[in-house]
């Protein structure tokens, strides 16, 4: 199984703990937040603060980084078999679920703090699992069910 970590780069350290747990448990996973693969990492606030006080969302889409990341981050969603959205995550992770379902992949959406009352979405609906266990998506992502 080949699974592609979305999430905040808040979360850098949940994300560096899950990739690791995988990765002990033979998963191939593409961390987004881990250079040492060769891929290109990237935060917009890798953006000197003085060039970022000057962009819009049309300028930022134009900046050679942005664009890297984003053919990055593209071909890893087309490589993986499943998506592992990490909460809590904003709208670059969602945009990457619906692409990663678009695709037919695996979308799982994991809470590692807890399920959250009134957070939701109308298109969760088509995660193949949401939860708050990790066993779980363990399970899922090792042998394709649910504990």
């Not at 699974?3 to 448990?25: F, G």
């Not at 890893?76 to 679920?97: G, N, Q, T, V």
């Not at 939701?120 to 042998?143: H, K, N, P, Q």
Request: aromatic share 12%; proline share 3%; hydrophobic share 40%.
């Amino acid at each position: 199984m080949k699974v592609y970590l979305a999430s905040s780069w808040k979360n850098i350290v949940m994300v560096r703990k899950v990739a690791e747990d995988l990765r002990k448990k033979d998963i191939e996973v593409e961390d987004f937040t881990d250079p040492s693969n060769g891929h290109h990492t990237f935060c917009w606030q890798d953006i000197e603060p003085s060039v970022r006080a000057h962009l819009n969302t049309k300028t930022f889409v134009q900046d050679h980084r942005t664009v890297e990341a984003y053919f990055e981050d593209i071909g890893r969603i087309e490589w993986c078999d499943a998506l592992l959205m990490i909460m809590p995550c904003a709208k670059s992770s969602h945009i990457e679920f619906g692409y990663a379902k678009a695709l037919g992949k695996k979308c799982l959406i994991y809470y590692p703090g807890g399920l959250v009352q009134g957070e939701f979405e109308t298109m969760y609906v088509g995660a193949t699992l949401i939860t708050d266990a990790w066993d779980e998506i363990v399970s899922y992502l090792r042998w394709g069910y649910r504990t």
